[in-house]
C-alpha cells in the first residue's frame, strides 16, 4: 500500500514537472481503505492501568499534531479522544468508572498544557520593557 502512494505521488510531481499541471486521480483510482488495517487488534484495556496507558498513548501522539497549541484545543482533543474511546467501547473491559475518566482527562489536560505551552519571549541585550503576555501559556499560572 506505501509503495502504490509512493508510487503515484512520485508519477504525480513527474507529471506535474514535464506538463506544468497536476495530474487528477479519478474516484475509481484510489483503493479502498479499511479502518481494520490501523486498528489495534490486540484485546481492550481490562486493567485500570492499561486503559490509561492507552488513553495516555492515543492523547500523546494526537497532541503532536495540534497546531499552535492551546489549552481550549489541549481540552477538545483530550475530550474528544476520550469519549471516542467511550463510544467505540474500547474501555468497556476495565473497571474505570466515568468520575476517574474525568479525573484523568483533567491530569493529562494539564500535563499537556504544561508540556505543549510556548515559550515568552525575552528582551534582547539592552531592552527593560517586559514581553507581552503569550495567551498559550498553562491557565493556572499568572504572569
Known amino acids: ?79 474528544e479522544i476520550v469519549e471516542e474511546r467511550i463510544s467505540d467501547r474500547q474501555l468497556d473491559e476495565c473497571d474505570l468508572t466515568l468520575s476517574e475518566l474525568k479525573t484523568i482527562a483533567e491530569r493529562f489536560r494539564f500535563t499537556l498544557v504544561s508540556m505543549l505551552h510556548s515559550r515568552i519571549a525575552y528582551p534582547k541585550s539592552g531592552q527593560k520593557h517586559a514581553a507581552p503576555r503569550d495567551e498559550t501559556l498553562r491557565p493556572d499560572v499568572m504572569v
Open 1 to 79: 500500500l506505501v509503495r502504490y502512494f509512493y508510487q503515484r505521488a512520485l508519477q504525480q510531481h513527474e507529471d506535474a514537472l514535464a506538463g506544468g499541471k497536476i495530474m487528477r486521480l479519478r474516484e475509481d483510482d484510489v483503493p479502498e481503505v479499511h479502518e481494520e488495517s490501523f486498528r489495534y487488534s490486540g484485546p481492550k484495556p481490562q486493567t485500570k492501568e492499561s486503559a490509561i496507558v492507552s488513553l495516555a498513548d492515543a492523547i500523546e501522539s494526537a497532541s503532536r499534531s495540534v497546531e499552535k497549541p492551546t489549552p481550549q484545543k489541549i481540552e477538545t482533543l483530550v475530550s
